[in-house]
């Protein structure tokens, strides 16, 4: 039995902080973070805990089931409400949840982690997973610093994973780590957001075109036989020198980034959940996610959307 997407909801906080707000104090423009980023607004305020069940109820809505039908929810974040106990407890318990429930760390690549994860452990017998991607990294960033605080925005999105379903939903997946990298992109326990930005695009586009070409050939397929990418809302740079590489259209590509900023393990959930709502996605599409990020950290899967999921 293979496992399906039966649900997705999204939360973001009401306040919106453009990019002028940040050039009325800090030595920027809206010119230069769009022309640099392809970012215009970013929302913040809430906790990674609250987005969360916020997201996770609406998932829940989507999919027709209540908490108490979920046995194993996945919290992927790089910004837990504390360092002490895992947030997903929290979230677990605010949603009625059963099972079990756990945090899972790879920064931006975190909800392509955990979607893959929790695929493999309804494969060993779970029904229901809440997968959720939340993150409050305006808490963490340096509201001073231009060269980050424009980057960053808050968020969470969550997508609800059922088994018994006829086929596969994820055809392919690589996940990976480069430990030696990881004093590119970093923050200490109660400090900011320290990340050398040249280098790290560097990478991204190197590590993303590698991940992407693996899993395409995994699934036995090139990309035109994508039906919509979903990259890690990071930069429309960065997409976009990996579209131009890979021969993927932009016209193909779910892009959030310009309202939400970069919201590391919420932006892939954030930019499938939209495409979902607005209907870009079909019965049967053949679904490319992926991400890179702190760690240095990468996951890139193929999945194939909308199976149906247990009897209701
Ligand atoms: N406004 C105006 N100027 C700025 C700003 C700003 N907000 N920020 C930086 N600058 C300046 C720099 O100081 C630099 O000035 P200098 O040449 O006098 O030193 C100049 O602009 C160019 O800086 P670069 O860093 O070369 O600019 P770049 O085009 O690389 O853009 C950016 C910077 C947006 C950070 C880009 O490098 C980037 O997107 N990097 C990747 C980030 C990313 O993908 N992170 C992913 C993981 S996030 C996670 O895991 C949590």
């Not at 293979?2 to 997705?8: F, L, M, P």
């Not at 194993?72 to 099972?99: F, K, M, N, W, Y």
């Not at 990309?223 to 930069?235: E, G």
Request: glycine share 12%.
């Amino acid at each position: 039995m293979g496992s399906a997407i039966t649900g997705w909801g999204d939360a973001l906080p009401d306040r919106v902080v453009t990019n002028d707000e940040f050039a009325a104090r800090l030595d920027t423009s809206d010119e230069w973070i769009v022309a640099r980023t392809g970012i215009r607004e970013r929302r913040m305020g809430s906790t990674t805990s609250e987005l969360a069940v916020q997201a996770g109820r609406a998932a829940l809505k989507s999919a027709g089931i209540d908490g108490a039908d979920v046995d194993l929810l996945v919290l992927a974040t790089t910004t837990p409400d504390q360092a002490i106990p895992a947030t997903s407890a929290a979230v677990h318990h605010a949603l009625g949840c059963r099972g079990g429930a756990f945090d899972l760390n790879a920064a931006c690549a975190g909800f392509v982690y955990a979607l893959v994860t929790a695929d493999a452990l309804l494969g060993a017998g779970h029904r229901r997973a809440l997968v959720i991607g939340s993150e409050t990294l305006s808490r963490v960033t340096d509201q001073e610093d231009r060269s980050t605080a424009v980057l960053f925005g808050d968020g969470a999105a969550a997508i609800v994973l059922e088994s018994g379903a006829t086929g596969d939903l994820v055809l392919s997946y690589d996940l990976g780590v480069d430990g030696s990298a990881a004093s590119l992109l970093y923050a200490d326990h109660g400090g900011h957001i320290h990340m050398e930005g040249r280098e790290v695009f560097r990478r991204a586009v190197r590590t993303e075109m590698v991940s992407i070409e693996r899993v395409l050939a995994d699934a036995g397929i090139g990309p035109d036989d994508v039906d919509l990418f979903v990259p890690h809302q990071a930069n429309v740079r960065i997409i976009e020198a990996v579209n131009e590489r890979l021969g993927l259209p932009m016209e193909r590509t779910a892009i959030v980034l310009d309202h939400t900023g970069n919201t590391s393990a919420a932006s892939i959930p954030l930019a499938l959940a939209e495409a979902a709502d607005s209907g870009r996605l079909a019965e049967g599409d053949t679904v490319l996610l992926s991400g890179f990020g702190a760690g240095m950290t990468w996951a890139s899967a193929v999945i194939r959307w909308g199976r149906r999921g247990l009897p209701r």
